[in-house]
């Protein structure tokens, strides 16, 4: 009976526990996180003459929501290996280039590598992961906001250009007027070119016979 009744009692206080150490984890991850150490690797060049990845690790560093620690890829890789890190959050070299393309027709994907390490347990691998979640979300927020503000600037920019436009095409007015009153004027001197041809001809015929009666004259 005494072992029936802790079997029982075992069987009932399962879930409590699992309670207490798997849902309760998840409940409020940050709050639990603090002290685990990751690595943080940057090997963004930079775009632009800014470098989005350093400004990340910058932030993340004033958050403190995690232990980070700023190291190369191969510490970080031997630190992991070690059971030092968590995990590794490795920001690749084309990380300000893909963020930057949000301005252009051409988009590319920004990613942050995230690297876990594990032979830490599980419950600790899954609050990383819900971690690192939200560190995404905020940099899918980040590329949003670039992508609405390099909109907006592009609508403030079509008054300008519809403005340049219409000066455009006024010109182009102008022109054609000008270039009408030339063809105009071309085709009056083509007119006033032919009646004097005719005359300048008229002109060599009363030459030509003023020549033969002044050779009459000079036989005479």
Do not use: C, H
């Not at 984890?25 to 150490?37: C, H, K, L, Q, V």
């Not at 590794?88 to 390490?117: G, R």
């Not at 347990?121 to 990383?128: D, E, G, M, T, V």
Request: zero cysteines; a negative charge.
């Amino acid at each position: 009976l005494f072992v029936k009744i802790i079997i029982i009692f075992g069987i009932a206080i399962i879930p409590i526990f699992y309670s207490f150490f798997y849902l309760n984890a998840f409940w409020d991850p940050y709050s639990r996180i603090e002290g685990m150490p990751v690595a943080l690797v940057n090997q963004d060049k930079g775009n632009d003459e800014e470098n989005l990845g350093l400004n990340l690790i910058n932030n993340m560093l004033e958050e403190k929501s995690m232990d980070f620690q700023v190291v190369d890829y191969e510490k970080a890789k031997e630190g992991l290996e070690n059971k030092k890190y968590y995990a590794i959050l490795l920001i690749p070299e084309n990380f300000t280039e893909n963020l930057n393309s949000a301005k252009s027709e051409n988009k590319q994907i920004s990613k942050i590598i995230y690297s876990p390490n594990q032979k830490t347990n599980y419950i600790a691998s899954q609050i990383l992961n819900t971690a690192v979640n939200k560190i995404e979300m905020k940099l899918q927020a980040e590329v949003a906001e670039k992508i609405v503000n390099n909109l907006t600037d592009s609508l403030n920019d079509v008054p300008d250009n519809l403005e340049k436009l219409n000066d455009a095409a006024k010109k182009l007015q102008d022109g054609n007027i000008s270039l009408r009153d030339g063809l105009s004027t071309i085709n009056n001197g083509m007119d006033s070119l032919d009646e004097n041809y005719n005359k300048f001809n008229e002109g060599i015929e009363i030459a030509s016979n003023g020549t033969k009666s002044l050779d009459i004259g000079i036989d005479t």
